[in-house]
């Protein structure tokens, strides 16, 4: 076989088997990303999909029991409970009125299962705006992390 | 100082962009004078910023809360040392330092080569500038980190506002590590800028041979270490203190750190094939562009916010300006090459799958499915919801199953590849090079399978692990021997001469061996365990030879925070082994403050990672959360030997008496024969 062609097969076999791979990994970890106001019009095919939702958490909402932690999550007047089952310690900045990425399936009960809860963290940081806080001149205080 | 840094900024503009037309013109006219003043200008580009950035610092050491950026990022009590690491803490400053830490690379490469290259240096010049001069847009006009407070008054007016004392700084950059990971990872991303230039210079110019990348050669390197320390000091970071007991998770920023670097160490091994045999032109142009393209994505990817990720900086404005400087950049890579690809033509072609160039080829396949793996699986979401309307993830599964088999063949043409003969190998070679190390290499696995490591994919790491370590150590060891021979030294002397004389290949191997134990440190997660138990006082837990026994709590109020702390007294066989002090912080000044402190008990054999997971709500008693991750002190050994090996292979050569030649073409690279006597010493080819 001529140089060239057996290169060309070598290349094909790695390209494919990683495509197969790529595929199979596809397939085990795809997560839908849904607003909670979707989320609430989603049908029963759609909530079957581990899905990833995203907002604040309430003030007051946070209620630790044995093996859960159930909050609230709010985006744009829509609210969702939650309970986060997951065996990680919640992040420290995981806190009332903190923004909150939550990822799993919808209960039984309407509350929303989560196995993975991120809060915000270094980079992400920004101070709450107060009410005794002014602006910068010249441009409107923007998120600084 | 405010106004005194703004105005630093803008005449950095002003003057990177004389740098950048007075470049162009220099370039068409070849006026002498003009030449030298726009290179004077691309220096005093780079002064204004140092100057700017002192600035910064000094608004930050100086408490100055009339800054937004200081009170955002400080407090009155933040240490010295964190008051520093607050400048790239937050979008402005961190945008800031990318600009310094690039004027670093580009004031050192105007004067080193102020006298040098005629030819070349005024497209490197324009190319430097142009970079500089979309980050000081970013710094002047997008994201200034000299902006004052104001409020306005009971009359309408808005007026200067000075607060009593800042927000401080985020509890999770309050680390040691933290003041060093990032100037560490924008080196490398800022590093690359370098390569970049040069390439596309060489490009635009059409300059002869392969000067270019003799050229940046060191400079890739540079930026490839600092790339490499980045990420591992990252993973070490999110390892120390985010209290998950993990140090890599695929997330989106840490994923954008780790495209250029495999694209950068593709390029590093690529290079050898256009400088020994003319192969691979516009692969390795493209790869450099790739790799800057990547770094100005991963960038972009941190602080536009385009994808969800627990680092991403948020409500930011600059994502369409990185849009556009990757939509420009390239842009102007593909007309150059269009334009000019004639000059990149191949002067050989691949004789034979099994030799060295085979490898080289196979090992850039391999960096470059990996790199489109990590891109894909990072952008996915974003491709998704433009294709499908529906906004998907990928998460640690997908990377994993494609990362590991690429991982491990990289590993194995790690061993492999140097031992291989340019054009061809023959069989017996193939015997006597690689008969040793496979032996060692299915000793490693039998012994690691009889200590308890049974998992497929952590044995075949064990193995190659074990393979790639003893063709470095005979690498090492044939060379040694014949200066031995030569000169009666020691063999550890003559292992030292050996790595004097060349740099390049023996740091390569070094860094090879850095890799190795990377790798085993890798194999172990497949072993991680943990526990988690809510305890009294005088409750105890066990993981693995383990036993952690709760002693007390006590309550340690320090300058800016004060920490709850839990003691743990570790038994091991029963035995005090020693005590650990898990804590939680709460900080003052920031208003999401809490920050976790894990202590870790680390040996070679494993790591006991115990965190202080907060007060159980309904027996009101701590909640212990312990890790036992075996091998994980491998990596960042692994790191140390990395960064000893890049600092070798930096080195000149040092000329031997009896001078040694570069490898000869169709043998293999036994050091025996680059040995000949009177024949001049050629740096870096290997």
């Known amino acids: 076989m001529q140089n060239r062609a057996k290169f060309g097969v070598g290349i094909g076999v790695i390209v494919v088997a990683m495509s197969f791979l790529a595929w199979l990994g596809y397939g085990e970890s795809k997560t839908y990303y849904h607003t909670i106001a979707e989320y609430q019009t989603l049908n029963a095919l759609d909530r079957a999909h581990r899905m990833r939702l995203a907002g604040t958490v309430v003030d007051g909402s946070i209620k630790h029991s044995s093996g859960r932690v159930d909050f609230t999550l709010e985006e744009q007047g829509k609210t969702l409970p939650v309970s986060y089952v997951g065996s990680d310690p919640l992040p420290d900045t995981f806190v009332g009125k903190s923004q909150a990425l939550v990822e799993g399936r919808p209960g039984p009960d309407g509350r929303f299962v989560a196995e993975h809860v991120q809060a915000k963290c270094a980079s992400k940081y920004e101070a709450a705006p107060g009410g005794d806080k002014p602006t910068p001149s010249g441009a409107t205080q923007q998120s600084s992390m | ?686």
């Open chain 2, 1 to 686: 100082m405010d106004v005194f840094g703004s105005f630093t900024l803008l005449l950095a503009f002003v003057c990177a962009v004389y740098a950048f037309i007075g470049g162009i013109a220099a370039i068409k006219t070849r006026h002498p004078l003009l030449v030298k003043s726009t290179r004077q200008a691309g220096i005093a580009t780079c002064v204004l910023i140092f100057i700017a950035t002192f600035a910064v610092e000094y608004l930050l050491f100086t408490d100055n809360f009339s800054q937004a950026y200081v009170v955002s990022h400080s407090n009155r009590d933040l240490s010295a040392f964190y008051k520093v690491a607050a400048l790239w803490s937050g979008q402005e400053g961190s945008l800031l330092f990318w600009s310094f830490l690039l004027s670093v690379y580009i004031i050192s490469v105007l004067i080193v080569y102020r006298n040098k290259n005629g030819e070349l240096m005024p497209y490197v010049g324009v190319i430097l500038a142009g970079v500089q001069i979309f980050f000081l847009t970013l710094n002047n006009f997008v994201e200034n980190p000299f902006k004052t407070l104001a409020i306005v008054n009971a009359n309408g007016v808005l007026e200067p506002f000075t607060r009593m004392d800042g927000n401080g700084l985020n509890p999770l950059l309050q680390y040691p590590e933290m003041v060093i990971h990032p100037p560490n990872l924008y080196s490398g991303y800022t590093g690359f800028t370098i390569p970049f230039a040069f390439a596309l210079a060489a490009l635009l110019a059409r300059y002869p041979g392969e000067k270019w990348i003799h050229l940046t050669r060191k400079w890739t390197m540079v930026a490839w270490c600092f790339q490499s320390l980045g990420i591992l000091l990252g993973a070490h970071w999110a390892y120390a203190v985010l209290g998950w007991g993990g140090y890599w998770g695929w997330d989106p920023v840490e994923n954008a750190s780790l495209l250029p670097w495999l694209t950068g160490t593709a390029f590093l091994h690529s290079v050898m094939m256009q400088e020994k045999r003319g192969m691979m032109k516009v692969w390795n142009v493209w790869l450099v562009f790739c790799t800057f393209l990547l770094c100005i994505l991963g960038t972009f990817l941190t602080r536009s916010g385009v994808v969800s990720s627990v680092h991403a900086f948020a409500n930011s404005h600059i994502g369409p300006w990185f849009v556009a400087f990757l939509g420009i950049t390239l842009f102007v890579c593909f007309a150059a090459y269009v334009k000019n690809r004639d000059y990149l033509k191949s002067e050989n072609m691949l004789d034979s799958m099994v030799s060295r160039e085979s490898s080289f080829l196979f090992n850039n396949l391999l960096f470059l499915i990996a790199c489109i793996a990590v891109l894909s699986g990072t952008l996915f979401p974003v491709f998704s919801e433009w294709f499908t309307n529906n906004r998907i993830s990928v998460g640690a599964p997908f990377f994993n199953k494609i990362m590991i088999p690429i991982g491990l063949a990289i590993l194995f043409l790690t061993g492999v590849g140097p031992l291989l003969a340019w054009r061809k190998t023959s069989a017996d070679s193939l015997k006597r090079n690689f008969g040793w190390p496979l032996i060692v290499g299915l000793l490693g696995a039998v012994g690691a399978f009889f200590l308890g490591y049974r998992n497929g994919a952590s044995l075949l790491c064990l193995f190659l692990c074990c393979f790639v370590f003893w063709t470095i150590v005979e690498e090492f060891y044939r060379g040694a021997k014949v200066i031995k021979a030569r000169t009666g030294m020691s063999m550890m002397m003559s292992a030292h001469e050996l790595s004097m004389r060349n740099t390049r290949r023996y740091g390569g191997y070094v860094v090879h061996f850095g890799m190795v134990l990377v790798f085993i440190g890798l194999a172990g997660a497949a072993f991680n365990s943990e526990a988690q138990k809510a305890m009294n006082i005088g409750d105890s837990m066990k993981l693995g030879p383990y036993t952690l026994v709760l002693q007390s709590a006590d309550t340690k109020a320090e300058k800016n925070y004060t920490a709850q702390r839990m003691i743990v007294e570790v038994l091991k066989d029963n035995k005090q082994l020693m005590m650990l002090y898990p804590e939680k912080r709460q900080f003052q000044g920031t208003e999401q403050a809490a920050g976790t402190m894990v202590a870790i008990y680390s040996t070679l054999q494993d790591d006991l990672y115990v965190v202080y997971a907060g007060m159980d709500p309904e027996a009101n008693v701590p909640v212990i959360h312990a890790f036992l991750n075996p091998l994980v002190k491998w990596i960042w050994l692994g790191g140390v030997w990395i960064v000893m090996g890049t600092l070798l292979a930096l080195m000149p050569n040092r000329r031997a008496a009896l001078g040694v030649a570069t490898v000869p073409e169709t043998s293999t690279s036994t050091v025996a024969q680059a040995l000949t006597p009177g024949v001049t010493l050629r740096e870096g080819h290997d």
